[in-house]
Nanobody
Framework: QVQLVESGGGLVQAGGSLRLTCTAS????????MGWYRQAPGKQRELVAT???????DYADSVKGRFTISGDNAKNTVYLQMNSLKPDDTAVYYC?????????????WGQGTQVTVSS
């Protein structure tokens, strides 16, 4: 199974932007879907966005119109472009593989990358 490594997190002011990158150790083209999740302190991990191997995307209502998920199969990489960031977006962001999509049962997780949005 592929290993996933996230990068791109950091500290940004409200209204700013960040791009997260998830790099896989192997091919992701055969995985049904990839997803980005996040977990804020004291809260459950929640799904932020998904992208299928056919490039169909879906988003949580809280990030629609602000976040964009994309993938590059040639680079075995998935991105999460985050614009108009809000303090409520502060969380650890995780990349996950979803081989049973649309069943949301991640088979692999990355180690996470911290995103902090200051007001």
């Amino acid at each position: 199974q592929v290993q996933l490594v996230e990068s791109g997190g950091g500290l940004v002011q409200a209204g700013g932007s960040l791009r997260l990158t998830c790099t896989a150790s192997g091919s992701i083209s055969s995985i049904r879907a990839m997803g980005w999740y996040r977990q804020a302190p004291g809260k459950q991990r929640e799904l932020v966005a998904t992208i299928t191997n056919g490039a169909r995307t879906d988003y949580a209502d809280s990030v629609k119109g602000r976040f964009t998920i994309s993938g590059d199969n040639a680079k075995n990489t998935v991105y999460l472009q985050m614009n108009s960031l809000k303090p409520d977006d502060t969380a650890v962001y995780y990349c996950a593989s979803l081989p049973l999509f649309p069943i949301l049962s991640p088979s692999r997780w990355g180690q996470g990358t911290q995103v902090t949005v200051s007001s």
